[in-house]
């Protein structure tokens, strides 16, 4: 028998191909006529026994079927809006496309999307707008899942703002994206609109993930907070255009209100969660997916 | 209940999967189980609503850690960055002891997310009970390996399955958790004796026992736990108990998950068969 090593790279490698037969036909996957390729099943037949009621082929399809219904349902979930811009057929596709260049490596299936902005970006079956558009929506959707496991931290209270070393939600995400893709979320459909830069903050609220579209100014002085400054050099470098000492209250005045603004070194808590809500805990389990025979 | 050092001592009853559709019933109604089991994986975060609900889970039940991303059987060695997010969760929880899967699942840092089976020979045992001996020590906490449910056997097995988990546990010094629904699934889409199984298994290494439903297809069965335990599953349980004493049961119903008041339903019935396989146990004792 081939070391351990050799068998577990084969299986693997053949649990990445591409789905095919009537595996497929249970997915959303775009139909596809051919059937597995030879090196399928000639892997089948190396590494799995035949049984009374399957062949070699077939149990090894059991567990490459698992696989792919396991990650497609997973990132699948994860990305509703990009879903609906892209429609069902581009957007399965795109997944399967993902998928092959984008395994998971994390512990968790919530970390599985961690890359599709990048491979949207880069996609060449998509025309560059819908790139641009649809790379920025998969940023916005997966920072809505890092928020969702991030550390969360004692706020702080306004009158310790001037003696604190400030910092930045550990749950707040600042993103800059190259189009108004926040405005997707209240679309049905994509239809190209005016592009201009726009920057958002993604964040955990007591209900959930949400989204807050940020000025210029107000984006670079968070960008700062994030990286911890007292109030003092919070300003110590200009930006331009200068903001209003109205301007700068009331910003602070949101932040707080939102819980973003903590101290360096304040305590980690956690957010009693207020409904019912409760999506995305339990993306792990040890359950095989139902399927057809 | 019976308590040993793969428990760190602790005796458990009957206890139940923690599922997000019965939170709210769990937090409000405050239901009197025993003991609820966790998927590790879903809780090693570093904040937000999954660890708000442990912990106060957490205040008002003993939770036991199952884990599904382990992989022991992983030829590449243990992954320290997992074990170190699972020691972490491992000191909130205070689980007596921690659960995971005898089985393999990722290569070069891809993750399959699956619970892939180990081929059944010396060289796999020995490299899986030494990756158990170093997560263990890391971990500090009693292992439990559970053997999963499997759809297919490799060519050049050298031993059958219950022998590979016994020579495992033995080699690593471990815990077993056995779960009686995948014994019955695999010895379905493997065709062996499930009894056979239950009686080879050692008893005294048992800490937990698993159980659960499946979904029976033409040609095969498949571990999908959203369905009743079944008899046949149910008298392999049995068996178990009248082996290995009353270790902690757990079932697991992921699936179209029924109320949790259906769920606890069926789970308690463990504890009538529990009661004759203690009788059974006793009658062979005394005779």
New interface residues.
């Given amino acids: 028998m081939k070391p351990l090593e050799e068998i577990q790279r084969e299986f693997f490698a053949a649990l990445q191909m591409p789905l095919r037969g009537t595996s497929r036909k249970s997915t959303e996957l775009p139909p596809c006529s051919e059937g597995h390729s030879p090196e399928f099943l000639a892997r089948a037949e190396e590494l799995m026994k035949p049984g009374e009621n399957l062949s070699s082929a077939e149990r090894l399809e059991l567990y490459h079927r698992q696989y792919w219904f396991r990650v497609l349902d997973s990132v699948a979930d994860d990305f509703p809006v990009l879903r609906r811009m892209a429609g069902e057929e581009t957007f399965w596709d795109l997944l399967e496309g993902y998928l092959q260049a984008f395994p998971s490596e994390s512990y968790t299936l919530r970390h599985l999307g961690r890359a599709m902005a990048k491979f949207v970006a880069g996609c060449e079956e998509l025309d560059p707008t819908r790139r641009r558009w649809f790379s920025a929506v998969a940023e916005l959707e997966y920072a809505a899942m890092e928020t969702f496991e991030a550390a969360g931290r004692e706020p702080l209270p306004p009158e310790r703002i001037a003696s604190e070393v400030l910092e930045l939600q550990p749950h707040v995400r600042l993103i800059e994206v190259p189009v108004p893709a926040d405005l997707c979320y209240t679309w049905k459909t994509f239809e190209p609109y005016e592009e201009e830069a726009t920057r958002v903050a993604v964040w955990r609220g007591a209900k959930g993930a949400h989204m807050q579209r940020l000025g210029p100014v107000e984006f670079v002085l968070l960008g700062r907070l994030k990286e911890g400054r007292s109030l003092e050099e919070l300003f110590a470098e200009p930006v331009e255009p200068e903001p209003t000492p109205e301007e700068v209250q009331q910003w602070f005045a949101d932040w707080q209100s939102r819980g973003w603004i903590t101290a360096r070194g304040s305590e980690v808590i956690e957010l009693v969660p207020q409904d019912d809500d409760w999506s995305g805990v339990d993306k792990m389990g040890s359950q095989a997916r139902a399927m057809e025979d | 209940m019976s308590g040993s050092r793969f428990t760190a001592g602790v005796e458990l009853a009957t206890g139940i999967g923690l599922?997000?559709p019965h939170?709210?019933h769990i937090l409000s109604e405050k239901p009197a189980v025993g003991w609820f089991e966790i998927?590790s994986?879903?809780y090693?975060?570093?904040?937000?609503?999954?660890?708000?609900?442990l912990?106060?889970i957490l205040d008002q039940y003993r939770v036991v850690q199952?884990g599904?991303?382990m992989y022991p059987g992983?030829?590449?060695g243990v992954?320290f960055e997992?074990l170190r997010?699972l020691k972490r969760l491992v000191r909130r929880t205070k689980t007596p002891w921690l659960s995971d899967?005898l089985c393999?699942g990722?290569?070069?840092?891809?993750?399959?997310?699956?619970?892939?089976p180990?081929?059944f020979?010396f060289?796999?045992a020995r490299?899986t009970a030494e990756n158990l001996r170093i997560i263990q020590d890391f971990l500090e906490v009693p292992l439990a390996m559970e053997n999963v449910?499997s759809?297919?056997?490799?060519?050049?097995?050298?031993m059958t399955e219950w022998e590979f988990l016994a020579e495992v546990t033995e080699l690593a010094d471990v815990g077993i958790l056995l779960d009686v629904n995948n014994i019955y699934v695999s010895s379905v889409?493997?065709?062996f004796d499930p009894l056979e199984y239950v009686n080879f298994v050692p008893p005294e290494r048992v800490a937990q026992i698993h159980i659960?439903g499946h979904?029976r297809?033409?040609?095969?069965v498949?571990?999908?736990?959203?369905h009743p335990v079944i008899d046949p599953v149910w008298k392999l349980y049995e068996r178990a108990i009248e082996r290995c004493g009353p270790v902690a049961t757990l079932l697991?119903w992921?699936?179209r998950i029924p109320s949790f008041d259906e769920v606890w339903t069926e789970a308690k019935k463990s504890e009538t068969w529990r009661v004759s396989a203690l009788a059974k146990k006793e009658e062979h004792e005394a005779a």
């Fill in positions: 599922r997000v939170y709210n998927i994986e879903n090693m975060v570093e904040g937000g609503r999954a660890l708000a609900v912990d106060q199952h599904v991303g992983d030829a590449g992954k997992h997010r899967h393999w990722s290569v070069d840092g891809s993750m399959s997310h699956d619970l892939l180990i081929p020979t060289e796999a490299k449910s759809y297919g056997e490799f060519n050049g097995n050298e889409n493997n065709g659960a979904s297809y033409e040609r095969f498949v571990d999908t736990h959203d697991e992921d699936g």
